[in-house]
């Protein structure tokens, strides 16, 4: 786990390229503070290449795994974040094919790997990454993202066809190369679904490489294209009930399993759902487990959690939260923000406890819902079409009338049957932030000009299922969940949050190869009500610890928000809410925190002002 960044210039870079790399070690410092490396190419043959690597020792902890790394050939060049879990299984074939490992870094592995088979070696690997590869004779370069996008990757393409990329968007600001101007594309996006949709950033012309993609850059030309896509069980399969969960169960240890690799000891993020306490079932040794409590005991998992590691085995360190403790991460959080999103605020803190203990590498839970159905979105979607539907034409009537009212979910509804009954519509009202009619409010209120929606990114819509996996309707929701909630948001803000303290997070549950073991069992048993396969899979967390209703990793806002003398209130502090119209319902603690952050990250990054609320 790292950070990294790179320019690549069909020109001379002119007399300050280390300037620009120092610039770009300091930015992404936080991401790796055991090493950093750098790696230039300068030469009158063709195109320049700059390479700056930040490292988190996960894997090999000696100077062998230094980046950027050069392959035994001396032909490749290679940046590289993340892990790949099956490296040692990748390394016995190389060796078998000749090549001599220096070091026992994940690294070494994918470069030689890359080296002989290029592209088509991103078929072979499990793990989470994003790179650039630079091949020197060919003066070319190869950058990639895993299939769901755990690390990423943004680019900026200038107007002479050089490429900047680094592994967080305040890097690529922090080059002084790029014009701090906003993107009110991303801005509309951001104020409909409470994160900036992938591929856009904030920032006019730079974008993320989407989940699942690899990229081409030479001399100066720029093209990208898929190499994941997911694939599911075919119309009319079924999967013996009996042997559905065997069949889960096995994929899931073999996940969990790959993913404590490592020469660190690895924690887990322990909430006391059904997720995260499946990983420590089935984790082969006593894990650190961390988690957070709450006096509000509506969000407090914390005694289920203490009971849960202590039936496990696991060395278990709670954190206790009320308002004025958590104010102390506040500081600290509004600075680490890479995108802003309605959420993160968790990740950050949990995270902050596991540096505290000492542990380096945390597993999460995160993906579970995404992969067995647990999201009220599963019932809520269905029931919304089937509403669309039965209103026929006089929805358009009742659409007027819902718009009228002040509401949230008045609103949000209102907007949904003016559309066109489709999953994604449904998903935009059950997951919104505002209404489209409230983010044109909103926009004039600041003085913004943008789109009225935001238009399809001029790559195809990279949050589309392809036309080949042919889901159900279940499978659909599914994947949006994935790739418009998970992905911009919870992946995004994972990373962010816990590289702010050098800290590598994993995430079995999401994990390509585990995804295709699972989707071979039909979605109405895989995604049924309550996660059944879940917990028919691992029914020894049953017996350890009643199971409990579904709350998320949630935090008490609301409550914190409104208790008299709360250090969290708006308008204490940092943070201060943006002039709003008087008829936006701003009651949600999830619309305030969403329209604070956002005033706090434009100011900070883009110099721009919104006018603070009276």
Same mark, same amino acid.
């Given at each position: ?131 650039? /590869? ?5 003066? +070319? %370069? *190869? @950058? $990639?993202?895993? !299939?769901?996008?755990?690390?990423? =990757? ?115 993020? /322990? ?5 995260? +306490? %499946? *990983? @420590? $079932?089935?984790? !082969?040794?006593?894990?650190?487990? =961390? ?123 209102? %907007?949904? @049957? $003016? ?196």
């Amino acid at each position: 786990m790292c950070g990294i960044a790179g320019w690549l210039n069909p020109d001379h870079f002119g007399p300050h390229p280390l300037t620009i790399a120092d610039l770009l070690h300091a930015a992404l410092s936080h991401r790796g503070p055991d090493d950093s490396g750098s790696w230039q190419e300068d030469s009158p043959e063709g195109p320049k290449a700059l390479l700056i690597h930040r490292r988190l020792a996960i894997q090999d902890l000696s100077a062998a795994g230094h980046q950027p790394m050069v392959s035994a050939c001396g032909r490749y060049v290679l940046v590289f974040n993340g892990e790949i879990y099956n490296q040692l299984q990748l390394r016995i074939e190389l060796e078998a094919q000749g090549h001599r490992f220096h070091s026992g870094s994940d690294t070494e592995v994918l470069l030689e790997l890359l080296a002989r088979e290029g592209e088509a070696a991103l078929t072979r690997l499990r793990g989470m990454y994003a790179f650039c /590869l630079w091949d020197r004779q060919r003066h +070319s %370069a *190869l @950058l $990639a993202r895993d !299939p769901y996008g755990i690390k990423p =990757l943004y680019l900026w393409n200038g107007a002479s066809g050089e490429l900047l990329f680094a592994s967080e968007v305040r890097a690529l600001l922090a080059s002084g190369l790029i014009e701090r101007r906003l993107d009110s594309r991303a801005l509309v996006g951001f104020l409909e679904t409470g994160s900036v949709p992938e591929p856009l950033t904030l920032v006019a012309g730079v974008r993320s490489l989407p989940p699942g993609h690899c990229g081409a850059w030479q001399e100066g030309r720029w093209s990208q294209r898929r190499h994941w896509q997911p694939s599911y069980a075919p119309a009319g399969a079924t999967v013996p009930q009996a042997e559905a969960p065997q069949r889960a169960r096995q994929a899931l240890e073999r996940s969990v399993q790959a993913h404590l690799i490592g020469d660190v000891p690895v924690g887990l993020f /322990l909430s006391g759902g059904l997720d995260s +306490s %499946a *990983l @420590l $079932a089935l984790a !082969p040794t006593p894990l650190t487990t =961390l988690s957070i409590g709450f006096a509000q005991q509506g969000f407090d998992e914390s005694q289920r959690a203490a009971q849960l590691a202590r039936h496990f085995g696991a060395q278990h360190v709670p954190l206790q939260l009320d308002a004025p403790a958590a104010a102390e991460f506040l500081s600290g959080f509004l600075g680490a923000i890479d995108q802003p999103s309605v959420d993160g605020f968790n990740s950050y803190c949990v995270s902050a406890l596991a540096r505290r203990e000492g542990v380096k590498v945390v597993l999460s839970g995160l993906g579970g819902d995404e992969l067995f159905g647990g999201y009220p979105s599963f019932r809520a979607i269905p029931r919304l079409l089937r509403l669309h539907r039965s209103l026929g034409p006089g929805r358009v009537s009742i659409a007027r009338v819902l718009a009228r009212r002040r509401t949230h979910r008045a609103r949000r509804l209102a %907007a949904f @049957l $003016a559309d066109a009954a489709t999953p994604e519509a449904a998903h935009r009202c059950q997951r919104g932030l505002f209404a489209p009619d409230e983010v044109r409010q909103l926009l004039r209120h600041w003085q913004i000009d943008a789109p009225l929606h935001v238009p399809a990114p001029p790559e195809a819509d990279v949050n589309e299922l392809p036309a080949v996996a042919s889901p159900t309707l279940a499978d659909r929701i599914a994947w949006l969940e994935s790739s418009r909630y998970m992905g911009p948001q919870l992946l995004r803000d994972s990373d962010t949050y816990s590289m702010a303290h050098g800290l590598e997070l994993r995430l079995p549950l999401v994990d390509a190869q585990l995804f295709g073991e699972l989707t071979a069992i039909p979605g109405r048993q895989r995604l049924a009500p309550g996660k059944r396969l879940l917990q028919r899979a691992v029914p020894e967390l049953l017996k350890a610890v009643p199971l409990e209703g579904k709350r998320g990793f949630a935090f008490p806002f609301q409550s914190w928000f409104e208790q008299p003398g709360s250090p969290l209130r708006p308008g204490h502090g940092p943070l201060v809410l943006p002039g709003c119209p008087a008829d936006i319902d701003l009651r949600p603690w999830a619309r305030r925190w969403a329209l604070i952050v956002l005033r706090h990250w434009l100011q900070q990054h883009l110099g721009l002002a919104l006018p603070a609320s009276p």
